[in-house]
Antibody, heavy 119, light 110 residues
């Protein structure tokens, strides 16, 4: 099971940190992902991190502004979002990779946490 | 504009077979596995097909995936009302160094 938290309403230019806690599996064995979805629109990959944080990737739209990290001791995944823009408004899902890398399939997904960027 | 191209909608009467296409390029579908996710309104996406044509346990064999060159397809046979959902294809892109998704296809059972 994956549970996201940390979403909310934030002003443009400000920061927000999302968290995702995993349970029911060995968290440190799996790569993890963040995927976002504007309500009513499609899925957009945001970022991924391997089990040991060696392999990390970002979508071009968030590179330089967002930072993914994880704490295996706490079974937690994070997304630090800086310099937020209106176009970052979306439901943010975390998902587990089938492998320890970031090239497997996404299963399961959390229920999502909503981020709204607005003044 | 999604990197992978899907038709925005698909439909068919109960019992029919409906295909959903996903078109990409040599850097994504052409050289990597394709995955399909199913999403019902108000819920999180769920894995439907992995590694082009493999079904996770619990997914009915009415769902099948295939890949040829730079395109992939999801086929749903014996269409049922409970199959109404959005369907997304995804693949790793070697040039972008990340994951790409299709824009999604909304399936309607007539």
């Amino acid at each position: 099971q994956l549970v996201e938290s940390g979403g909310g309403l934030v002003q443009p230019g400000r920061s927000l940190r999302l968290s995702c806690t995993g349970s029911g599996f060995t968290f440190e064995d799996h790569g993890m992902h963040w995927v976002r979805q504007v309500p009513g629109k499609g899925l957009e990959w945001v970022s991924s991190i391997s089990w040991n944080s060696v392999f990390i990737g970002y979508a071009a739209s968030v590179k330089g502004r967002f930072t993914i990290s994880r704490d295996n001791a706490k079974n937690s995944l994070y997304l630090q979002m800086n310099s937020l823009r209106a176009e970052d408004t979306a439901l943010y899902y975390c998902a587990r990779d089938s492998s320890g890398s970031i090239r497997g399939w996404f299963d399961p997904w959390g229920q999502g946490t909503l981020v709204t960027v607005s003044s | 504009q999604s990197v992978l191209t899907q038709p925005p909608s698909a439909s068919g009467p109960p019992g029919q077979r409906v295909p959903i296409s996903c078109s990409g390029s040599s850097s994504n579908i052409g050289s990597n596995y394709v995955y399909w996710y199913q999403q019902f309104p108000g819920t999180a996406p769920k894995l439907l097909i992995y590694r082009n044509n493999q079904r996770p346990s619990g997914v009915p064999d009415r769902f099948s995936g295939s890949k040829s060159g730079t395109s992939a397809s999801l086929a749903i046979s014996g269409l049922r009302s409970e199959d109404e959902a959005d369907y997304y294809c995804a693949a790793w892109d070697d040039i972008m160094g990340g994951w790409v998704f299709g824009g999604g296809t909304k399936l309607t059972v007539l």
